[in-house]
């Protein structure tokens, strides 16, 4: 396909790579021939699909404490991706990128029973007031599964071999010796993701450590907010995606960290 070859918009086109007297099989074989590039504007991108059924329950175990859990269990489907033929992107359909079938969240809010007007302490000094009482914690806690893989779609699945591990390592991701790359000019039978292999869940803790109290200068009140907040808070890793590229050396290896690691910001909000 890439051999030379009389071109017959020679005289026709005048200038341009196909106004010289040859050129490519491969250019002649195209849909639009007289043409090197063409830019389509406002061109439907795809179809996509999400459903999704999401449980929500709440508690309030007293006045200070409430908790919330959400779990949301959901199906993305689209083709909207670089397809192989241009006029079936049915060929295309597949799970979406940011497909994430399973996801649970748990938050709770729990002012700290100790200091003037709670629990305990009520009765203690300005000092330890200051230093113990009138704390509030709040947390929210992620865990979610991982994101499809895709890889090149010059690839092909030795039939009878399953690509998902069931240990997979960062070394190791997926069983890179059930796939081969495709000859030349052929398409792979590797589909728009991987089947049964997703990249690294998510399990995530964020927290908030706030306290309010009120002060006054003369004769005017104000209020201050000192907050503490941990993102990520037991720094716990979320690897990125493996290599996908078939003909990379690190094919099917994790090189990279998806999250950020711990993250702690100190704030002081005064209003007055």
């Known amino acids: 396909m890439t051999d030379s070859v009389a071109n017959p918009f020679f005289g026709l086109i005048g200038s341009g790579t196909l106004a010289a007297k040859i050129t490519s099989r491969q250019q002649l074989l195209l849909p639009y021939p007289q043409y090197t590039a063409i830019s389509q504007v406002f ?4 179809n996509s699909d999400y459903e999704a059924v999401t449980i929500q329950a709440e508690k309030r175990l007293s006045k200070s404490l409430t908790f919330l859990v959400a779990y949301t269990r959901s199906k993305a489907i689209d083709d909207v991706r670089t397809p192989y033929d241009q006029y079936n992107h049915q060929w295309e359909k597949g799970l979406s990128s940011f497909d994430a079938p399973n996801q649970l969240r748990f938050s709770a809010v729990w002012n ?3 200091g003037h007007g709670r629990t305990f302490g009520a009765n203690s000094n300005r000092v330890m007031n200051l230093l113990l009482g009138g ?3 709040n947390g929210i806690a992620t865990v979610q599964s991982g994101f499809p893989i895709s890889i090149s779609r010059t690839a ?6 399953n690509v998902a591990l069931n240990n997979p390592t960062l070394a190791q991701w997926f069983n890179t010796s059930a796939l081969t790359v495709a000859p030349s000019y052929t398409y792979g039978n ?4 991987l089947t049964g292999v997703r990249t690294d869940s ?8 706030v306290k309010t109290f009120s002060a006054t ?5 104000i209020t201050i907010q000192f907050r503490s907040e941990f993102y ?12 996908g590229t078939i003909t990379s050396q690190s094919f099917g290896q994790v090189t990279s960290q998806a999250n950020s690691p711990r993250d702690i910001q100190f704030g002081l909000k005064v209003s007055f």
């Open 156 to 161: 092909n699945v030795t039939y009878g071999q």
């Open 232 to 243: 990520n808070l037991f720094n716990h890793p979320q690897f990125a995606a493996p290599n």
């Open 202 to 209: 998510v399990k995530n803790i964020d927290a908030v450590l």
């Open 135 to 137: 704390w509030n914690l």
């Open 43 to 46: 061109v439907p991108a795809g």
């Open 217 to 221: 200068i003369g004769d005017h009140a």
């Open 190 to 193: 590797v589909g728009p993701v």
């Open 112 to 114: 700290l029973p100790y």
